[in-house]
């Protein structure tokens, strides 16, 4: 994000909102980083853009689906299975990390069920 600011929507705001009170600088509505003897309210906190560098880079990431949305927004996707918003590794990415998991499980069941049948079908036809 050099130069240019990502502008939030409304429900974008209100998340980015709950997450500046889990910043480390974040004392009871005013910034440690910016207090340079006298107290400076948490611009993150009452701005419509990402504008906090140590927001942006420490912060941010721990919400993984708004973080793909407003910093990753030409690469990021929906979700297949659940709607969630997540950055592929690849351009065949079609599922986020948590969904991933269990999507693989079942096509491999399925998979070995059919596996299964063809290896007992083929065993009656002498």
């Known amino acids: 994000m050099t130069g240019n600011t990502v502008r939030l929507t409304y429900p974008q705001y209100r998340a980015v909102r709950r997450l500046v009170h889990e910043c480390c600088n974040y004392d009871g509505g005013n910034c440690l980083l910016l207090d340079d003897g006298e107290e400076c309210v948490c611009p993150q906190s009452i701005s419509y853009s990402?504008?906090?560098?140590?927001?942006?880079?420490?912060?941010?990431?721990?919400?993984k689906g708004l973080c793909a949305a407003l910093l990753h927004r030409g690469r990021a996707r929906h979700c297949a299975e659940c709607g969630a918003m997540f950055v592929p590794r690849s351009n065949r990415g079609k599922y986020c990390d948590e969904c991933a998991a269990t999507v693989r499980r079942k096509q491999k069941a399925a998979s070995e069920r059919e596996r299964r049948r063809r290896g007992h079908l083929e065993a009656e036809k002498p």
């Open 50 to 63: 990402l504008i906090c560098r140590w927001f942006r880079e420490a912060v941010l990431p721990t919400d």
